[in-house]
């Protein structure tokens, strides 16, 4: 049977992000990930490294963005000066786009509402006027109905797919081992320490265990004495063919790809573990973004997919540690993409070092038991 000091199981960008960090530490560690057609959100999301709009009424997930999205412009150029990969990250700022007068007024408030919370620490987030914003896209036209734009300098936007495959090529460049294909059926902990893992393609025995496995850790937390509730939630994108930069900025809901694609989002529906396209959310989607950028209706669109987002009840992230078996933890996320940067440093900390950041202690599991 193999063994490893540590065990990440779940090759998503949480797993990665933590074993990529690991492996720099010097950690023996393996990933292990299930087979072709697993559900994966880290395949299936929008790409926005993003700051603005989030955490109202938390002011600690906010630190943990601002923390997690002043890392990434040094965390990707490690990783592709490293790995030879690069991830596409830019971090030119970012906009909200206010499409009505009725959503410009919410977003102020909305907005002003962060500032208040964030105190004398700051909220990085100003207004662009329409003229500003019609000088930023020209020569492509704003429709008359867009009002203004939020705009945050700290945002950004990143190739997922690529991000994926810098870490995974990294983490195996340091000596990590990445086993796809075995998914892990059952945990067995021992009583003296260490677990041993059922996958399918045998056992493998581990001192110490992440479960970074997405929509699959709550089955296998029980394993380990934890319950960690979470909900899928079902996000649909629209890709159009390949055009000349008409996107100076990532936006919520828009971004261009370095390659020329144009991706417009995102639903989010609650329809349990389906993750099959539906026209009536695509439609709708199509129009929204008709409602702001017009010209858009001449680009043909070649591809439509769904992924499904690993939220927990309060949509804020999962640290977990197994008080019953020692060793064993748990993580689960939403926007795991721009929470990237700040995992690779904080988790390896907490699982090989004990040292539990503050956005550990603050996002444990205490808070859903009442
Ligand atoms: C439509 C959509 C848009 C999004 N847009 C953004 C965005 O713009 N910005 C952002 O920051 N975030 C975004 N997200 C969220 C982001 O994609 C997720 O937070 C992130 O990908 C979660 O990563 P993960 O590694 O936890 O999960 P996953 O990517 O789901 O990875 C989990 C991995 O664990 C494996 N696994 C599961 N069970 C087992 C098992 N038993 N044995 C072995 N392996 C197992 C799976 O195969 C999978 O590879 C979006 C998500 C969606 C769906």
């Known amino acids: 049977?193999?063994?490893?000091?540590?065990?990440?199981?779940?090759?998503?960008?949480?797993g990665l992000a933590s074993a990529y960090g690991m492996a720099?530490?010097?950690?023996?560690?393996a990933v292990l990930d299930e087979a072709d057609m697993a559900f994966r959100a880290s395949c299936s999301n929008f790409g926005l490294v993003w700051f603005q709009g989030k955490g109202l009424g938390n002011p600690a997930y906010v630190h943990l963005l601002a923390l997690s999205t002043n890392s990434w412009a040094h965390f990707a150029r490690e990783l592709r000066e490293t790995s030879g990969i690069d991830p596409h990250y830019h971090q030119q700022g970012g906009l909200s786009l206010c499409v009505g007068e009725a959503a410009a007024e919410r977003r102020?408030?909305?907005?002003?509402?962060?500032?208040?919370?964030?105190?004398?620490?700051?909220?990085?987030?100003?207004?662009?006027?329409?003229?500003e914003l019609e000088q930023l896209f020209a020569p492509l036209r704003l429709s008359d109905e867009v009002r203004t734009a939020s705009y945050c300098e700290a945002d950004g936007h990143v190739n997922p797919l690529y991000?994926?495959?810098?870490?995974?090529?990294?983490?195996?460049?340091?000596?990590?081992?990445?086993?796809g294909g075995h998914t892990v059926r059952d945990i067995i902990p021992h009583?003296?320490?260490?677990?041993?893992?059922?996958?399918?393609?045998?056992?493998?025995?581990?001192?110490?265990?992440?479960l970074a496995a997405g929509l699959g850790v709550t089955e296998l937390a029980r394993k380990i004495g934890l319950e960690v509730p979470i909900r899928p939630e079902r996000?649909?994108?629209?890709?159009?063919?390949?055009?000349?930069?008409?996107?100076?900025?990532?936006?919520?809901?828009?971004?261009q790809t370095q390659e020329g694609s144009i991706l417009l989002g995102y639903s989010k529906e609650d329809v349990g573990l389906?993750?099959?396209?539906?026209?009536?959310?695509?439609?709708?989607?199509?129009?929204?973004?008709?409602?702001?950028?017009?010209?858009?209706?001449?680009?043909?669109?070649?591809?439509?997919?769904?992924?499904l987002r690993?939220?927990?009840?309060?949509?804020?992230?999962?640290?977990?540690?197994?008080?019953?078996?020692?060793?064993?933890?748990?993580?689960?996320?939403?926007?795991?993409?721009?929470?990237?940067?700040?995992?690779?440093?904080?988790?390896?900390?907490?699982?090989?070092?004990?040292?539990?950041?503050?956005?550990?202690?603050?996002?444990?599991?205490?808070?859903?038991r009442v």
């Open 1 to 14: 049977m193999k063994h490893y000091d540590i065990v990440v199981v779940g090759g998503g960008v949480v």
């Open 24 to 29: 720099k530490r010097h950690a023996q560690i």
């Open 108 to 131: 102020r408030a909305h907005i002003e509402a962060l500032r208040k919370q964030s105190g004398a620490d700051g909220y990085r987030c100003e207004f662009l006027t329409r003229g």
């Open 163 to 179: 991000l994926l495959l810098a870490m995974q090529k990294r983490f195996v460049d340091l000596g990590g081992h990445y086993h």
């Open 191 to 210: 009583s003296g320490g260490g677990f041993v893992l059922n996958t399918d393609r045998g056992y493998i025995g581990c001192d110490r265990l992440l």
């Open 235 to 255: 996000g649909q994108i629209i890709v159009t063919q390949r055009t000349k930069p008409l996107f100076p900025l990532p936006m919520n809901g828009f971004r």
């Open 274 to 307: 389906d993750d099959t396209t539906s026209v009536a959310v695509t439609a709708r989607i199509a129009n929204n973004a008709l409602k702001a950028f017009p010209q858009l209706a001449s680009l043909r669109v070649v591809r439509t997919w769904a992924g």
């Open 310 to 368: 690993t939220q927990s009840l309060d949509s804020y992230p999962i640290y977990a540690a197994s008080r019953e078996w020692p060793g064993a933890y748990a993580v689960i996320c939403h926007s795991g993409i721009t929470l990237t940067a700040a995992h690779a440093e904080v988790i390896p900390e907490w699982v090989l070092n004990g040292n539990t950041h503050e956005f550990i202690r603050e996002f444990g599991l205490e808070r859903f």
